[in-house]
Every structure is written in structure tokens, then in C-alpha cells.
């Protein structure tokens, strides 16, 4: 059964100045301790004491300001971050819709990346050979699925890994708003099938400032305030909240 468990997750990023770009670096030209070397680094916390359960059937929406943390929480559930303190705790097949790059070799043709972009989310080569047709119909990339990745623009790049992860079932589904990336007309046609790939998922988290999409694909909603859960309710209070609040002056 697919489930998500933070329990006072913590995610803390070191930051090193032009001179030491690296926490080896910076330990090894320390004069004394290295504890108290690495203690003088900058600490940036991303994420501050989140915790958060979540179960077959959830669809949560998050929310806030650019940021506030969305995105690491993101990474967080994915298994691509590991808290600094807490602990997260994710079970299921997880497919992430943010990390376009991660997965995809822009020297390889779109197609060669379809069945790289699937071994990524755990799907074998074989099954993936059935489902290139249905993706290249979606993605409406033609041509360009023979060509380099890297002549894709960022919304060809979107539409590709889109067209993946949305003919699949996974169990988990992690995305953000990066999908605005692609145009008005392939993202209202994208529509219905992104609406039928939340509903085939078990557990769906999707970070976004856009309010009407929030509400057509979650229930419940989460506002995040400098990397703090603020508050949790229903989509529609939350973002009534988190609009108001964003307007005052």
C-alpha cells in the first residue's frame, strides 16, 4: 500500500563562498577542528520541521511563495533528498514530473530517451516499446522524436516527459508547475489526460501558483511559509488563505 511519512523533516543546504566550493575542501585548509571548520559554513534551511502523512486517495496541493520550500519537499518524497533531521519514510512506485533532465540524455533522440526515461521510473524496455506510439501521438513531437534532445526547447522537453510518465500507473505522483513550460493549446488538450493520470495514481503532491489547476486536480492543500507547514485544509481554503494573505500589502 503506497504511503508518504514525514515526521519533523529538516533540510538544510551548506553554502560555500568562490574560494571553497566544497566541504572537503573547506575541512582539509580548517587550521583546527574540523567540526568547528565545517560549523563557520552558512547553513540555508529549505525545509523546517514538516510533518505530514499521507495515504491512498490523497491528492495535496502545495502552496506559497517562490521559496518557501516546495520544491525540496517535492524532493523530499521522491527520495531525491534526504532530510538533514527527521525522517521521511515513502513507499509505493513514485514517478517525478520536475527533474526534466534527470533521466534523459540530450544526446540521444527522443525516442532513445523515451525507454531511458522509463528505466528511470523502473519500467523495462519491453514494456515501454508498447506504449511509443501512444506517447508520440500525445507528445505531438513528430520529427523531433529522431532528432537530439538537445535541439528540444524546455516545453518539447516537458511535453516528452509528460507523454512518459502519463501512460503509466504510478502510485506516487510527484510533479510541479515546470509542465506550464509547454504552450496554452498542448496544455489544455493535456488536460483530461492529466486528470486521468491523477485518478490512476494512488498518492499525487503537485506544487503550483496556479489556483484553477489546484483546484481541478487536488482535494486538500498545503501552504508552506519559509520551508514551515502554515497550514493544511481543503484546496479552497487554503488557497482563499494564502490569496488573501499574498494581497495585503
Given at each position: 500500500?503506497?504511503?508518504?511519512?514525514?515526521?519533523?523533516?529538516?533540510?538544510?543546504?551548506?553554502?560555500?563562498?568562490?574560494?571553497?566550493?566544497?566541504?572537503?575542501?573547506?575541512?582539509?585548509t580548517g587550521a583546527g577542528s574540523r567540526i568547528a571548520t565545517a560549523d563557520r559554513i552558512p547553513v540555508v534551511r529549505a525545509l523546517d520541521d514538516v510533518s505530514l502523512r499521507l495515504n491512498v486517495g490523497d491528492h495535496l496541493g502545495l502552496v506559497g511563495h517562490n521559496?518557501?520550500?516546495?520544491?525540496?519537499?517535492?524532493?523530499?518524497?521522491?527520495?531525491?533528498?534526504?532530510?538533514?533531521?527527521?525522517?521521511?519514510?515513502?513507499r509505493g512506485r513514485v514517478a517525478p514530473v520536475f527533474d526534466m533532465g534527470v533521466g534523459m540524455d540530450p544526446e540521444l533522440s527522443g525516442y532513445e530517451n523515451i525507454f531511458?526515461?522509463?528505466?528511470?521510473?523502473?519500467?523495462?524496455?519491453?514494456?515501454?516499446?508498447?506504449?511509443?506510439?501512444?506517447?508520440?501521438?500525445?507528445?505531438?513531437?513528430?520529427?523531433?522524436l529522431s532528432m537530439p534532445l538537445r535541439t528540444y526547447s524546455t516545453g518539447m522537453r516537458v511535453r516528452l516527459a509528460l507523454g512518459v510518465v502519463t501512460c503509466l500507473a504510478p502510485e506516487i505522483l510527484v510533479f510541479d508547475e515546470g509542465i506550464g513550460a509547454v504552450d496554452a493549446s498542448f496544455l489544455?488538450?493535456?488536460?483530461?489526460?492529466?486528470?486521468?493520470?491523477?485518478?490512476?495514481?494512488?498518492?499525487?503532491?503537485?506544487?503550483?501558483?496556479?489556483?484553477?489547476?489546484?483546484?481541478d486536480l487536488c482535494?486538500?492543500?498545503?501552504?508552506?511559509?519559509?520551508?514551515?507547514?502554515?497550514?493544511?485544509?481543503?484546496?479552497?481554503?487554503?488557497?482563499?488563505?494564502?490569496?488573501?494573505?499574498?494581497?495585503?500589502p
Amino acid at each position: 500500500m503506497a504511503s508518504v511519512d514525514l515526521r519533523h523533516a529538516t533540510v538544510d543546504f551548506p553554502v560555500f563562498d568562490a574560494k571553497s566550493r566544497s566541504l572537503k575542501k573547506t575541512v582539509l585548509t580548517g587550521a583546527g577542528s574540523r567540526i568547528a571548520t565545517a560549523d563557520r559554513i552558512p547553513v540555508v534551511r529549505a525545509l523546517d520541521d514538516v510533518s505530514l502523512r499521507l495515504n491512498v486517495g490523497d491528492h495535496l496541493g502545495l502552496v506559497g511563495h517562490n521559496g518557501a520550500g516546495k520544491s525540496t519537499l517535492l524532493r523530499v518524497i521522491a527520495g531525491i533528498y534526504e532530510p538533514t533531521a527527521g525522517h521521511a519514510t515513502t513507499r509505493g512506485r513514485v514517478a517525478p514530473v520536475f527533474d526534466m533532465g534527470v533521466g534523459m540524455d540530450p544526446e540521444l533522440s527522443g525516442y532513445e530517451n523515451i525507454f531511458i526515461r522509463g528505466l528511470f521510473l523502473g519500467v523495462s524496455r519491453r514494456r515501454m516499446l508498447g506504449h511509443v506510439d501512444d506517447i508520440a501521438e500525445f507528445t505531438e513531437l513528430d520529427d523531433y522524436l529522431s532528432m537530439p534532445l538537445r535541439t528540444y526547447s524546455t516545453g518539447m522537453r516537458v511535453r516528452l516527459a509528460l507523454g512518459v510518465v502519463t501512460c503509466l500507473a504510478p502510485e506516487i505522483l510527484v510533479f510541479d508547475e515546470g509542465i506550464g513550460a509547454v504552450d496554452a493549446s498542448f496544455l489544455n488538450r493535456a488536460r483530461q489526460r492529466l486528470r486521468s493520470m491523477v485518478d490512476r495514481a494512488g498518492i499525487m503532491i503537485f506544487a503550483s501558483h496556479s489556483e484553477q489547476m489546484l483546484l481541478d486536480l487536488c482535494d486538500r492543500a498545503l501552504w508552506l511559509d519559509g520551508g514551515r507547514i502554515r497550514a493544511v485544509g481543503t484546496a479552497r481554503e487554503i488557497l482563499d488563505g494564502y490569496t488573501t494573505q499574498s494581497r495585503t500589502p
